[in-house]
């Protein structure tokens, strides 16, 4: 007969599983690695196992493994030195412009029990761009009779690069009639000017050949240069004025293309060629901008060539050229912002940081069975998201921290109505309308030896012959047990007791194991 586990042993075991599956530990604090881009694969980043305070054991034993919030998977873990390393190469400038802080955040999971701890890989700049200019050749052409002083804005270089490796200044090939003087606008960029020095004389000069040198802060510092063609011109003495130096619009990021965008409006009060106005975008006008936006060279009205996107770029800011027709030609400018508005267009994003786990029916309410996190990437209320289970669902969402969540029980489980949930969890923003999306997590119900064995009857009638031949089937009984596998097997066995002071088991006796249990003679 086999011996059957005592009620103390399997509820002490049922006790520790619990509690396994129960020690679920956030860590707060963060864990923050510093790196320089461009990095050869398999790069140290830093000793994980060490930081987090695993053995490398832990490794293999818990599962431990690194997502990335940015998508792409840029890190990975040695498990056999515990240490970070660099997936693939990193460019800083594809992955942050030209951010001052770029910063990568990842997840490490660690199952067995579920364990998350968030760490941070900034990445540093190197310089590794030089800076360049959108033309190689710049020509101006300039009144001889324009006045000392007058300035004429260069192109701007542009140097992915940031901090001290970014564009720092220009210089300008010596010449009696020019200087170059430096102005900073929003955002602490620099546009190079052109400053009269010394009145011109077309009879005496007619061309002046200039060289404009960008340089920036990197050790050693690398350059780019545009050649500059000054034309020296017989005067046309009026400037087109516009009638705003400074205008202001906000435009949705879903506007079509070719929508109209702002009127600007210059004058000119010479007459005939000298006094007709041709408008454009400015010199230094970066190609993003050029790519979105047109300006009809003749009314002044701006207009969309693409949709925008608030999640890209918030606000542009475009420099306008008005130049009349005459020789030589004069030029008057004004700056228009366009402020891009956001619209929800970008449904929520429901991210599993870690696999879906089983749960024993017994499990306590508050048991973690999945961490997730949630991202939206409009802003405002477009982009705060709440998420929501299935009415009836034993189970809950228990937020952590910056979007993450742990998926827990809250009810009672039991593996014989329901051993296997499909939990769908529905995430919703705040916009209008509002868009949503939702995640199926599986969680698997496991077994615990809770339902008792029934028999088919509470009681039998054997009716038997006298002097009956040991060992012949007398009568047959059958239980069932509605647990599962082990829990499920069934042994059977005659309780003791006596007819006559003589015990039934010498007059009969059961086969443990058959199902149903033959009841057979024994003398």
């Not at 599956?21 to 963060?30: K, P």
């Amino acid at each position: 007969m086999t011996k059957r586990m005592g009620y103390r042993d399997w509820r002490w075991q049922a006790l520790w599983w619990h509690y396994f599956l129960l020690l679920w530990i956030t860590i707060d604090g963060q864990t923050r690695y510093s790196i320089p881009e461009e990095l050869e694969r398999g790069s140290l980043v830093g000793n994980l196992a060490k930081d987090l305070g695993l053995g490398l054991s832990d490794i293999f034993d818990r599962k431990l493994h690194v997502a990335s919030e940015a998508g792409k998977q840029y890190f990975s873990v040695d498990a056999g030195k515990g240490e970070l390393v660099v997936n693939d190469r990193i460019d800083r400038e594809a992955l942050c412009a030209q951010s001052a802080s770029c910063v990568l955040p990842l997840q490490v999971v660690i199952e067995n029990p579920l364990q998350l701890h968030r760490i941070e890989v900034e990445i540093r700049d190197i310089n590794d761009n030089a800076p360049s200019f959108l033309k190689s050749d710049h020509v101006i052409e300039i009144a001889e009779s324009t006045v000392v002083g007058a300035r004429f804005p260069l192109e701007m270089a542009e140097d992915p690069d940031v901090g001290n490796n970014g564009l720092r200044t220009y210089t300008l090939s010596k010449d009696d009639c020019f200087t170059l003087k430096i102005k900073e606008i929003e955002n602490g960029r620099k546009i190079p000017e052109l400053v009269l020095n010394k009145s011109l004389d077309r009879e005496k000069k007619a061309i002046h050949n200039l060289i404009l040198t960008a340089m920036d802060g990197g050790n050693p510092v690398k350059t780019g240069t545009s050649k500059i063609t000054i034309t020296v011109l017989d005067f046309n003495d009026n400037v087109p004025s516009f009638e705003n130096s400074f205008y202001k619009i906000a435009i949705k990021e879903n506007s079509a293309n070719g929508s109209f965008v702002i009127a600007t409006k210059a004058t000119d009060t010479d007459e005939g060629p000298n006094g007709e106005i041709e408008y454009s975008l400015g010199v230094h006008t970066p190609p993003s901008v050029l790519a979105l936006f047109h300006i009809d060279p003749v009314t002044g009205d701006i207009y969309l060539k693409q949709q925008l996107n608030y999640e890209t770029q918030t606000s542009y800011r475009i420099d306008i050229s008005a130049k009349d027709k005459g020789l030589p030609k004069m030029e008057g400018r004004c700056s228009v912002q366009v402020d891009v508005l956001d619209v929800n267009d970008n449904a929520p994003e429901i991210v599993l940081t870690s696999k879906s786990t089983s749960v024993p029916e017994d499990s306590r309410s508050g048991t973690v069975v999945a961490l997730l996190s949630v991202r939206d990437l409009d802003s405002g209320n477009n982009g705060k998201v709440t998420l929501q289970l299935p009415k009836g669902s034993p189970f809950t969402l228990k937020p952590s921290f910056s979007n993450n969540y742990a998926l827990v029980t809250s009810g009672p489980l039991d593996r014989e109505r329901f051993s296997e949930y499909n939990v769908e969890i529905t995430a919703t923003d705040s916009g209008s309308p509002p868009l949503s999306s939702s995640k199926i997590v599986p969680v698997s119900v496991t077994d615990v030896n809770d339902n008792p064995p029934v028999f088919t009857q509470p009681s039998y009638n054997v009716y038997l012959k006298e002097n009956g031949v040991p060992g012949s089937i007398l009568f047959s009984v059958s239980a069932s047990d509605l647990d599962f596998g082990e829990n499920a097997k069934i042994s059977y066995s005659i309780l003791d007791s006596k007819v006559q002071d003589v015990s039934v088991s010498s007059y009969v006796y059961i086969n443990s194991d058959n199902a149903p249990g033959p009841l057979r003679a024994s003398r």
